[in-house]
C-alpha cells in the first residue's frame, strides 16, 4: 500500500477519535414520539432530561406544560431519531419500532409502550418504563397514587343510589364499548356504559335509531373543542342527537386525557365521578 494511503487511514482514524466524544449519547435524555408516549413520559421524566416529545405536544390536545411545549418535534422516522440520537426513545404501542433502528446504531435504547385497555394496564407500562429510565421509585408513586384514587372512586359510588348510564360521545358519533379504556374510565367512575349496553364492543359508532327511543342519563363529550376537524362532524348536528342534548345533562372531558390508556385517565374517570355525583 502507498506511503499516502497509510497516511490517510492514519489520519482518518485519528480524525474519528477527535470526533467521537461529539457523538457519545447524554446518559439522560429522552425522546418521545407520539402524544400517548409523551404522557408517560412527563410523568416519570423531569423536563431537563427530555430532547424532545411528539410533534402533537404543542397541540390543544396536549397536556404538556409549556416549558416543554417548544420540543414538539419528534416522531417514529428513522432518520429524525438517528439526528435527534437521545439516550431513550419512548414510542406509543402504534408507533413504528423499526423507525429506532438506525438511532439504536447510535447508542439509543428504544421502549414501545403496549396498548392499555384499563388501569392494570396502565400501571404495568408504568413499571416498564420506571425500568427502563431507572427511575422505578417513580414509577411505584405515581401507580400508588392511582390506586388509592381508584378506590376513592369506590367509596364515591358507593354513597349513590343508583348506577347512571354513561354514553361517550364524539362529533362524529364515535362512542367506545367494553374493552376500551373509556370503558375503564366509566366503570371506575362509578357508572354503567350505555355504549355496552347498545351491544356495542370495542370502538363504535351510536346508532342514531336506538337513541331514538333509548336514552343514557348522562352525555360524556370529548374532542369538540379540542379534536382534528373532520368531514363527518355533521352527524353531531343530527336532529335525534339535538334533541337527546337538550334532555340529557352533559360533561365535557379534554380529549388530551384519553387519547390513550395513560397515566391521565384517572383524571378522566375523576372529572365523570364529579359529573354524576351532581347528577339529580
Known amino acids: 500500500m502507498a506511503a499516502w494511503q497509510h497516511s490517510f487511514r492514519a489520519c482518518s482514524i485519528v480524525i474519528i477519535g477527535l470526533f467521537w466524544p461529539i457523538m457519545t449519547l447524554a446518559q439522560d435524555e429522552v425522546v418521545s414520539t407520539?402524544?400517548?408516549a409523551d404522557a408517560y413520559v412527563l410523568a416519570l421524566v423531569e423536563p431537563a432530561q427530555i430532547k424532545?416529545?411528539?410533534?402533537?405536544?404543542?397541540?390543544?390536545?396536549?397536556?404538556?406544560p409549556d416549558a416543554v411545549r417548544s420540543l414538539s418535534?419528534?416522531?417514529?422516522?428513522?432518520?429524525?431519531?438517528?439526528?435527534?440520537?437521545?439516550?431513550?426513545?419512548?414510542?406509543?404501542?402504534?408507533d413504528n419500532i423499526a423507525?429506532?433502528?438506525?438511532?439504536?446504531?447510535?447508542?439509543s435504547k428504544a421502549l414501545q409502550l403496549a396498548p392499555a385497555n384499563d388501569f392494570a394496564a396502565i400501571e404495568d407500562n408504568l413499571v416498564k418504563l420506571g425500568n427502563f429510565l431507572n427511575k422505578q421509585d417513580q414509577a411505584k408513586v405515581i401507580i400508588l397514587a392511582q390506586q388509592t384514587r381508584l378506590q376513592n372512586l369506590k367509596f364515591r359510588k358507593q354513597n349513590r343510589r343508583e348506577q347512571p348510564k354513561v354514553l361517550y360521545l364524539t362529533p362524529t358519533l364515535g362512542t367506545a364499548g367494553s374493552g376500551t379504556f373509556i370503558d375503564a374510565a366509566i366503570i371506575a367512575a362509578g357508572a354503567r356504559?350505555?355504549?355496552?349496553?347498545?351491544?356495542?364492543?370495542?370502538?363504535?359508532?351510536v346508532p342514531l335509531e336506538l337513541l331514538a327511543t333509548q336514552q343514557?342519563?348522562?352525555?360524556?363529550?370529548?374532542?369538540?373543542?379540542?379534536?382534528?376537524?373532520s368531514v363527518l362532524q355533521f352527524r353531531a348536528n343530527h336532529s335525534i342527537l339535538k334533541g337527546l342534548q337538550q334532555k340529557v345533562p352533559q360533561k365535557h372531558i379534554s380529549g388530551g386525557l384519553w387519547v390513550?390508556?395513560?397515566?391521565?385517565?384517572?383524571?378522566?374517570?375523576?372529572?365523570?365521578?364529579?359529573?354524576l355525583d351532581q347528577w339529580p
Do not use: M, Y
Open 52 to 64: 424532545a416529545l411528539s410533534w402533537q405536544a404543542s397541540s390543544k390536545l396536549s397536556h404538556a
Open 73 to 94: 418535534n419528534a416522531w417514529s422516522s428513522q432518520e429524525l431519531l438517528l439526528s435527534l440520537s437521545p439516550a431513550k426513545i419512548i414510542l406509543g404501542a402504534g
Open 34 to 36: 407520539s402524544l400517548c
Open 216 to 229: 343514557p342519563d348522562l352525555i360524556v363529550s370529548s374532542f369538540f373543542r379540542d379534536g382534528s376537524p
Open 193 to 205: 356504559n350505555f355504549a355496552t349496553e347498545l351491544g356495542i364492543e370495542n370502538w363504535g359508532r
Open 260 to 275: 390513550c390508556g395513560g397515566p391521565l385517565l384517572i383524571t378522566a374517570a375523576e372529572q365523570i365521578a364529579a359529573a
Open 99 to 107: 423507525a429506532t433502528s438506525l438511532a439504536k446504531q447510535r447508542g
